[in-house]
């Protein structure tokens, strides 16, 4: 389970050119997933070896500094309800300003790790000015400068050394998370999987703090399907608060290995239900789309089930090999498809392709469609394997690597789908020098 920090602080201090520098320097290498455009909300990093997941706060707040100041308590009350270690971020050149007393006062509440980073601290005076946030209340704090980088190292020495350790699975079932927005209809998917069903065997507590798990026997098939929605929401949250739902789902879906996404037919594949696909996918988890209320959608016609679908994979390109069901959970119409379908996506997220039959496979494609030539220089791929990873990754061995661009590693993914069953499971291409 990895940890999550959570960057807080008011408008304006600099937050996101922090996050985007603590995450561009894993994503440029680990995360580059042609063609997609990132929720720039929320991110993996890591340092000194130790992954985190790492939330900006201050990325769910649209509008004037006022309409912000009625949501900063709500942000920073819910960074430390779900947050392993948070970092409050200052601005030296405004000084100490009332917001940040406010949210100073709720941190001092809490007994999570808090770092106080004082940003645009970029010369010696300015490294003096910052004494005054001592003021704050909070003991140390860490200059540093999110534009050229400098300190952030002590920052991050100093975070990864009080965040979890990753616990891992003692049990080895396998686990479907249940996630979408509010009211898309996840609780009354489950309670109709469980309701009448005497397929329970146990309710065991959740392994993550707050979601329900309930270990689940279907078609000879026991997991363990984790509820996000059985949450009881704080008074204080919206039900609509972006940031609640995905921070909710962080957690699910890291802990999971496939991911179950519902959706309101009505309301349909929207922006926020986009972010929680995404990150799914940038986790490496397998996806089942599953569009609810399909028997509430008015003047359905012959096609408009396939119109429905082809917006749903125009809006998550290029990854598009990915079940999507249209279910009733009133009516119970295809929920136990559903499972079902989850199981083949969990069957083929482990699936191992014998070196042997890739090649066969795979090298004769490449023979007649080979990587274009660079500047009069061809690129010869001699071999290929499936790498011995949890999710499916494969390695491409050639003579020029550097040579081998985006489209023809998607060429590659393509015809791997077409010639082995991926439906619904990320994949990664590396090509490496032979």
């Known amino acids: 389970m990895g940890a999550i920090v959570a960057i807080v602080g008011r408008p304006n201090v600099g937050k996101s050119t922090f996050f985007n520098r603590l995450i561009q320097r894993r994503e440029a290498i680990v995360d580059a997933v042609s063609g997609v455009t990132r929720d720039r909300h929320y991110g993996k990093s890591d340092w000194n070896g130790k992954s985190f997941s790492l939330i900006d706060t201050g990325g769910y707040v649209l509008g004037s500094d006022d309409v912000f100041e009625l949501e900063i308590d709500k942000q920073v009350e819910l960074a430390i309800d779900e947050a392993d270690a948070i ?155 972006e940031f609640y739902s995905v921070m909710r789902s962080v957690r699910a879906i890291e802990h999971c290995d496939v991911v179950l996404l519902v959706l309101d037919a009505q309301r349909g594949f929207d922006g926020q239900v986009a972010n929680i696909f995404w990150l799914a996918h940038r986790n490496n988890k397998g996806v089942v789309i599953l569009v609810n209320k399909w028997d509430l959608v008015e003047n359905k016609e012959t096609n408009t ?63 007649n469609y080979p990587p274009p030539a660079y500047k009069g220089k061809f690129v010869k791929i001699k071999f290929c394997t499936q790498l011995p990873t949890p999710y499916p990754q494969f390695a491409f061995f050639c003579n020029l690597p550097q040579y081998v661009r985006e489209p023809y590693k998607r060429y590659l993914e393509n015809k791997i789908r077409e010639n082995f069953d991926f439906k619904g499971v990320p994949i990664s291409i590396f090509i490496r020098k032979k």
């Open 305 to 367: 089930m396939k119109r429905y679908t082809q917006k749903i994979k125009t809006a998550i390109e290029p990854f598009v090999d990915v079940p999507i069901l249209f279910i009733s959970v009133l009516t119970k119409q295809r929920i136990f498809k559903a499972i079902e379908t989850a199981v083949e996506v969990y069957e083929n997220r482990n699936k191992k392709i014998v070196t042997r039959k890739l090649n066969d496979v795979m090298l004769p494609l490449i023979e």
């Open 87 to 241: 970092i409050f971020m200052v601005d030296v050149e405004a000084g100490v300003t009332g917001m940040d007393e406010d949210v100073a006062k709720l941190l001092r509440r809490v007994d999570k790790p808090v770092f106080l980073a004082v940003n645009k601290v970029d010369n010696a005076q300015r490294a003096a000015d910052s004494v005054e946030f001592y003021a704050l209340g909070l003991g140390e704090y860490y200059n540093l400068s999110s534009i050229n980088g400098s300190g952030t190292g002590e920052l991050l020495d100093a975070l990864v050394e009080v965040l979890p350790e990753e616990i891992e699975q003692e049990e080895e079932l396998p686990r479907f998370a249940v996630v979408g927005r509010p009211n898309a209809g996840k609780s009354s998917f489950i309670n109709a999987l469980i309701g009448e069903d005497r397929y329970i065997v146990t309710d065991i507590a959740g392994t993550t703090r707050d979601s329900i798990d309930t270990k689940y026997n279907r078609f000879g098939f026991e997991f363990n399907l984790v509820d996000t929605a059985g949450i009881r929401r704080k008074a204080k949250v919206k039900e609509d608060l």
